[in-house]
């Protein structure tokens, strides 16, 4: 009897992850996934601490109702809307102002004259296509990395000319992460927590408090170099979270990221902003932006293309499909016969 030949099989570790939503959904790369184990399970009751008190009165807006408008905004309406982003109040309190920004790496405009205004309280999500400008963009808002044009400021003050007060209240989750990974976890959050000037005490409860939420309550005892994706995402969420920022910088906080740490990490900052917080993130999962997100701003090669209001920014559709048209359609994948052809 003739045994046929085993398929050829290609190992590919989360081949979506980071990948825009039109070049994720491409038929070759879904050919190409194989599922990811789901590797930290964890159940979490414990609530995160709540950011101190607002110097003003805050009321974060609930988050807008999945109510379709009754005219879906023309591209021209949305390119309008990009140059002067339309939060739900003119009189929502602003928490970080980006006006005019622009960075360049040698003939690549990165950013290209991106203003957005950040309103306290809110969540609001960033995205874009691969290479967009979004790390860039982040980081030039956390100060990692020099504008060549234009100001960023958080409440007020500048985040370039007056660095101190505009860090102080800013926890970020930068996109390339370069922990001290020869500390524990432990010792990583204790790191985190007393450079932000509490005090130890404080910080061991915050640490036990952030490690059962973010479910390392096992893993805070072990090196971080030996930490999987996923669990070195979350001891970097939580020494971003320790000193109970008004406003938190997460550059794609749910990759790599397992399901049921990734809904944690959202009650958590959805709880969070319900207590005054203010939460920008980027992210390629157009779902959870779209559920956890009071506004989003769509960029595509450096520029704002739509910005507001979850439901001004989808109009009638998803934001997913808001955001593929945005971003140039699907392409469809073409001269790709090669890969069926098998090697063997
Ligand atoms: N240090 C750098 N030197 C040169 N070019 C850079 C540098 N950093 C970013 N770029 C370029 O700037 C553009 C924007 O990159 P950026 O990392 O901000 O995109 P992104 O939207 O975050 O992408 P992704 O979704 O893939 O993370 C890209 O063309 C990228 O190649």
New binding site residues.
């Given amino acids: 009897m003739t045994v046929p030949a085993q398929p050829p099989a290609a190992v590919v570790d989360t081949p979506a992850e ?1 990948l ?1 939503p039109p070049i994720a959904e491409d038929p070759v790369v879904e050919a190409l996934v194989i599922e990811d184990a789901v590797v930290d399970d964890l159940v979490v009751e414990a609530p995160l601490v709540a950011p101190a008190p607002a110097t003003r009165t805050v009321t974060r807006k609930p988050a807008t109702p999945a109510k379709a408008p009754t005219q879906a905004p023309t591209k021209a309406t949305i390119t309008t809307a990009a140059r002067t982003p339309a939060p739900e109040s003119a009189d929502a309190d602003v928490v970080l102002e980006l006006h005019d920004l622009v960075k360049r ?2 003939d ?1 405009v ?1 950013v290209d004259h991106v203003s957005l205004s950040i309103p306290t309280g809110s969540i609001f999500g960033i995205v ?10 982040l980081s030039m808002v956390t100060g990692l990395l020099r504008p060549d044009g234009g100001t960023i400021a958080v409440h007020g003050a500048d985040v370039w000319s007056d660095p101190i007060v505009a860090k102080r209240n800013m926890g970020v989750l930068p ?1 390339r992460l370069r922990l001290f990974d020869r500390l524990t976890g432990g010792q990583l959050l204790y790191y985190a927590g007393i450079l932000r000037g509490l005090d130890p005490q404080t910080v061991k409860k915050r640490s036990a408090d952030l490690a059962s939420a973010f479910g390392l309550e096992d893993a805070l005892d072990r090196l971080v170099a030996d930490y999987s994706a996923g669990m070195t995402k979350k001891v970097a969420l939580a020494s971003a979270m320790i000193h109970s920022p008004r406003l938190l910088i997460l550059d ?1 906080p749910f990759e790599s990221v397992d399901p049921v740490s990734a809904a944690n990490v959202t009650e958590i900052l959805q709880n969070y902003a319900a207590a005054g917080g203010t939460v920008v993130l ?1 992210s ?1 999962s157009m779902d959870l932006v779209q559920r956890i997100c009071d506004y989003v701003a769509i ?1 595509v090669s ?1 520029s704002v293309l739509a910005s507001g209001t979850m439901d001004e920014v989808r109009g009638i559709g998803s934001l997913e499909e808001r955001f593929v048209e945005l971003a140039g359609g699907r392409k469809t994948a073409e001269g790709m016969e090669w890969l069926h052809s098998f090697s063997d």
């Fill in positions: 980071a825009d790496f040698g690549t990165a874009g296509p691969n290479g967009a400008g979004k790390t860039t963009t996109d794609e980027s390629h960029v450096g």
